[in-house]
């Protein structure tokens, strides 16, 4: 059977809300799609007016290359265990309705729930690994479910490691110590996201 050409495939426009999760997803494409066709994680630079910072990254990308078939994928935090996103999908898909190089149901939003930082925790055996806690003063279960704690507990738990957690670029040594494969399995978000991403690209 033929197989495509890189050309072929639509091309992945990858939104991402801050540098954290710069470091983050680019782990995330290298370890489970580098071959995809695909983007470098685009900066948001956090949340706030980012129906506005979608779309116009997004339109920048239809416009410039119009014969190129594209696929969204937006990467946030919820900054909450519950309530509403701080994105609105319907008005960014209803203005992108009009470009005949994107599907709607390839605008896709993944949301960590608090923040990228919870996800962390489900490797939090790594976590206390990298902190190099004595084994005794290791309390796993504390961490769980994940989605009570954020990068403030995560700013906590280093400074009894007697280390500093930096959000961005200083968390860098840290990202790329985590096992993501740990984190992918225990994340439905993620791994829904990887393994979209996966599946489109035949790149399981």
């Not at 190129?68 to 992108?96: H, Q, Y």
């Not at 840290?174 to 979209?196: A, G, Q």
């Amino acid at each position: 059977m033929p197989t495509k050409s890189c050309a072929e495939f639509p091309y992945t426009l990858l939104m991402v809300e801050g540098d954290t999760e710069i470091l983050f997803y680019k782990r995330i494409k290298e370890t489970y799609f580098r071959n995809a066709r695909c983007s470098n994680p685009k900066n948001l630079h956090g949340n706030w007016s980012i129906n506005t910072k979608v779309l116009d990254k997004t339109t920048a990308h239809l416009n410039a290359h119009p014969d190129t078939e594209f696929i969204i994928c937006i990467c946030i935090d919820r900054e909450s265990r519950s309530g509403k996103a701080p994105i609105d999908m319907e008005p960014i898909k209803n203005e992108l309705n009009c470009y005949p190089n994107i599907k709607t149901e390839n605008i896709r939003l993944y949301e960590a729930v608090q923040d990228i930082e919870s996800w962390f925790f489900h490797d939090i055996k790594g976590i206390y690994e990298f902190l190099r806690f004595p084994r005794n003063s290791r309390k796993i279960r504390k961490y769980m479910p994940v989605e009570k704690f954020n990068h403030l507990d995560l700013s906590r738990l280093f400074k009894q490691g007697k280390k500093e957690y930096r959000k961005g670029n200083a968390s860098e040594n840290f990202i790329n110590h985590l096992n993501l494969e740990v984190i992918r399995k225990k994340s439905k978000v993620l791994n829904d996201f990887c393994t979209f991403m996966e599946e489109t690209y035949n790149q399981t």
